[in-house]
């Protein structure tokens, strides 16, 4: 069923893993898709290629979300390709592993540029060009809940994404839009098994409470269901996608 025929969609750093599975299932739902990447075009070439082998309608628009400009840029380009933008969901992000105490100025500035200031540049472009009853989703963590040395300051991005969440679905409102978060346990994407050896993931599997790590897909879904008309009486919520991880 094509939910979300002559809807579009925004979907940042979806060139690869949960975000390239998030454009290609709203695509195959029927919605237009601007498959956001920052550096490497290729990736988000062949996600753009595969939507539209599978009868959809995608394009790959370059920008660095921490930038105000690019941001700006970005949702010019989707609306004179498009017409209108009807989804945004704020996928890209960056990861840091070190304790607070060895962590820099610089690791700090950085994390905090993409993840907080990138959600906060695109929803405050989104309150004045996203169109009535419009779906916002923006992306936490599971590992919010849970109290894992050397995940800190990355924790702390993902809090503050949650309050800004929070706050905004009340603020636009009004609009019949809605903003949720979603905060996605393991999931197995490139991103997520780099470094880690069979042992570590098996671990972190045995936490779900199906044995498994997650898949992009499984996020994805719950993606395609949040922006939803039948999901139009949830907003400012916090929703754990982790297979009962935490």
Not at 111 to 118: D, E, L
Not at 186 to 198: D, H, Q, R
Not at 236 to 246: K, L, M, V, W
Request: aromatic fraction near 6%; glycine fraction near 8%; charge should be positive.
């Amino acid at each position: 069923m094509r939910s979300l025929n002559n809807k579009v969609a925004i979907v940042t750093g979806s060139s690869r893993g949960i975000g390239a599975q998030i454009a290609i299932t709203l695509a195959e739902a029927g919605a237009s898709v601007v498959v956001n990447y920052s550096r490497n075009h290729k990736p988000a070439d062949k996600v753009v290629s595969d939507i539209k082998a599978n009868g959809g309608s995608a394009i790959a628009i370059k920008a660095d979300i921490s930038s105000p400009k690019e941001v700006k840029l970005m949702f010019d380009s989707a609306i004179s390709q498009f017409g209108k933008i009807n989804i945004l969901i704020n996928n890209a992000g960056s990861i840091l592993y070190k304790t607070i105490q060895d962590t820099t100025d610089d690791d700090f500035d950085k994390i905090f540029s993409v993840n907080v200031k990138g959600t906060f540049n695109t929803l405050r472009e989104a309150a004045s060009r996203l169109e009535n009853d419009g779906r916002i989703i923006n992306f936490s963590s599971s590992t919010t809940r849970l109290m894992l040395p050397t995940y800190g300051v990355y924790c702390a991005t993902k809090g503050a994404v949650e309050q800004l969440t929070r706050v905004f679905s009340k603020e636009v409102g009004a609009r019949n839009i809605t903003v949720n978060s979603i905060s996605p346990g393991p999931i197995n994407t490139e991103l997520f098994t780099a470094g880690k050896s069979e042992e570590v993931i098996n671990r972190l599997a045995s936490m779900s409470a199906f044995g498994r790590i997650g898949e992009p897909v499984d996020v994805a879904r719950i993606v395609s269901f949040l922006v939803s008309e039948e999901a139009s009486w949830v907003t400012g919520q916090n929703i754990g996608a982790n297979g009962g991880f935490a």
